[in-house]
């Protein structure tokens, strides 16, 4: 991607080294980190699903593997990301008559305190409704390539783009309705296939992100595919399969990854929010 040396957004709250949470982050935090998962997902708070359940679930302490000239890079590109999705929406928005009111992104370690409770690492980023902040640990990007083989520029900013979606999901109002028939739904199948439906609108509207980074020459060769292999990588099918060898559909809670790449390419050709509507 083209990125260095473009402009970077100014609303990012940087808590890199000191970070809160308590004992969360440590020994035995994993746990709870998956029980928020569990709960992000069923009440339309994204956990993203871009997550090894088995390291979560051994317990294992969570370890930063950046360097940092690594750290420096992923925290200037994750900015100029930011910085495009805002470009991308207010442009939507504007055309509508509306103002985009773009979401605050927080990168932070091992864990920090949000308005929907703590924030782990090892949940992977998420976006938070009640305090409209994107929650990012910047070490995802090697968490991406070592565990979920899913590596490059393009890939990582396909997740920044994908929270965003939930912001501009949350600034229409479609994540709250979504939540409260989540609440009436009466079954946890039922809620989980609302769940599914929110991440799919999410990821065809990080692939608008896409339409405007590609049409503005921001994306360079091999790009798009990089974005392609992080949304299929994150599939419920492909995650529960290789973290417990077999799945359970009605269990998912962010669609397949034949789901996750298609409605991403649908947001990708069309850079029509129309389009996007998992619901209809």
Request: net charge negative.
């Amino acid at each position: 991607m083209r990125w260095q040396g473009r402009k970077q957004s100014s609303n990012v709250e940087d808590r890199r080294g000191a970070s809160g949470g308590g004992g969360l982050g440590g020994k035995g935090g994993g746990i709870v980190g998956l029980l928020i998962i569990l709960v992000g997902a069923y009440f339309g708070v994204d956990l993203s699903g871009l997550v090894d359940t088995t390291g979560i679930s051994g317990g294992q302490s969570y370890q930063s593997t950046l360097s940092e000239q690594e750290e420096q890079q992923l925290n200037a590109f994750s900015r100029v990301v930011l910085a495009d999705t805002e470009v991308a929406w207010e442009e939507y928005f504007a055309k509508s008559g509306q103002r985009y009111v773009a979401p605050t992104m927080v990168l932070y370690n091992y864990a920090t305190q949000t308005s929907c409770g703590t924030g782990q690492a090892a949940m992977g980023p998420f976006y938070c409704p009640n305090d409209q902040r994107v929650y990012l640990d910047l070490s995802f990007y090697k968490d991406m390539s070592s565990k979920l083989r899913a590596s490059g520029d393009a890939a990582f900013a396909y997740v920044i783009a994908h929270e965003v979606g939930h912001h501009v999901q949350n600034l229409l109002g479609i994540l709250p309705k979504v939540q409260q028939a989540q609440q009436r739904s009466g079954s946890q199948a039922a809620a989980n296939q609302l769940s599914v439906k929110l991440e799919l609108q999410a990821d065809c509207f990080a692939g608008i992100w896409g339409y405007y980074a590609d049409k503005n020459g921001i994306l360079e060769s091999g790009d798009l595919e990089e974005a392609f292999n992080a949304a299929e990588a994150v599939g419920d099918d492909r995650l529960q399969k290789q973290s417990q060898g077999y799945v359970v559909p009605d269990s998912f809670t962010h669609g397949t990854s034949a789901q996750r790449l298609a409605w991403f390419k649908r947001g990708l050709q069309s850079g029509d929010i129309k389009q996007c509507n998992p619901f209809g």
